[in-house]
């Protein structure tokens, strides 16, 4: 019986030609000796989406516009599926440890269920339902994906362009050949990422803030007063959606109100530059002591 990855686009089309002729699955299924489910699904995609091509996980070096609309259009669907669990995690990461119990392992997995079926602890009637939080959190999660990407291909060319440029003399011995064969490949990896992402984190950091506020707001979060130190606040933001609250935003706490908490994230990315320092600094010396 034919796999579902061993289906091409072209045989996906005569599937659908025969359903639109009038057959139904079972008969489609054993005309083409191919699983019920398959059929079902390929039908499925092609009523949403109106191709029966596989959308790509990473974009090919040509790429056509039908294939990069595919792609993001999958990239769109991953952050739609770990919405509610993404919403838990988050309200575990901000809640005050005064009143936070000791997480277990599938708490965020058990509450995110809980959230898609209306389950478990009641929450305010400000809670925003979950598909008002589907576009603000896939458009920030498709942003940061291409300009990150975006960035590590450019940052990663010319790191290798000027490598290739200033190439040194390459030593004979196996072990000062071995280190600085290593160096030449994962470091300029290293560093791509590290630029990449913290690039996409500073241009989103805005939408970042407005995404994060959406998502706990009405969850009876208390969190710690930064500003004080000794005291907790309770959350009672009123946002009727994305624009409201960066409406709100704008107008009670200026432009700065948008990156409230930004101290943070230079902290996180001193402390990963940091690390990265750390690691040349080791191979540098394997390579003077090799």
């Given amino acids: 019986m034919v796999r579902s990855k061993e289906l091409s686009e072209a045989f996906g089309k005569k599937i659908v030609d025969a359903y ?5 699955y079972k008969k489609i299924s054993k005309e083409f000796v191919i699983s019920h489910y398959i059929v079902r699904k390929i039908i499925y995609k092609w009523r949403i989406f109106k191709t029966t091509a596989k959308m790509a996980r990473e974009l090919p070096h040509r790429w056509n516009p ?6 993001f259009i999958l990239k769109g669907l991953t952050h739609v ?6 919403s838990a995690s988050l309200i575990e990461t901000v809640q005050s440890e005064i009143i936070r119990d000791n997480p277990g392992i599938l708490d965020c997995v058990k509450e995110g269920v809980g959230r898609v079926l209306g389950l478990g602890v009641p929450h305010s009637k400000r809670l925003l339902p979950l598909w008002g939080l589907v576009f ?4 920030h999660g498709v942003l940061h994906y291409i300009i990150s990407s975006s960035v590590q291909k ?9 490598g290739s440029t200033n190439t040194s003399p390459k030593h004979t011995e196996f ?3 071995t280190v600085q064969n290593m160096l030449d490949a994962y470091f300029p990896e290293l560093i791509a990422s590290f630029v990449a992402n913290l690039c996409a984190d500073v241009l989103l950091f805005p939408l970042e803030t407005v ?3 959406l998502h706990v707001q009405g969850t009876r979060t208390i969190i710690d007063n930064t500003d004080l130190g000794f005291e907790v606040l309770p959350i009672n933001s009123q946002y009727e959606g ?3 609250c960066i409406n709100a935003i704008r107008r009670e706490e200026g432009p700065l109100g948008f990156y409230k908490g930004f101290g943070t994230l230079v902290i996180q990315y001193s402390l990963h530059a940091t690390v990265l320092q750390i690691t040349k600094m080791i191979y540098s010396a394997l390579l003077q002591n090799a």
Avoid: C, N, W
């Avoid at 039908?66 to 792609?71: D, E, P, R, S, T």
């Avoid at 599926?81 to 993404?86: D, K, M, S, T």
């Fill in 211 to 213: 995404l994060h506020r």
């Fill in 66 to 71: 039908k294939q990069i609309a595919g792609h």
């Fill in 242 to 244: 994305m624009r409201d």
């Fill in 20 to 24: 639109e002729s009038g057959k139904g």
């Fill in 154 to 162: 450019l940052v990663l060319y010319l790191l290798r362009r000027r």
């Fill in 81 to 86: 599926v770990a919405l509610p669990f993404y």
């Fill in 136 to 139: 603000p959190t896939v458009l």
């Fill in 175 to 177: 072990g000062v050949e």
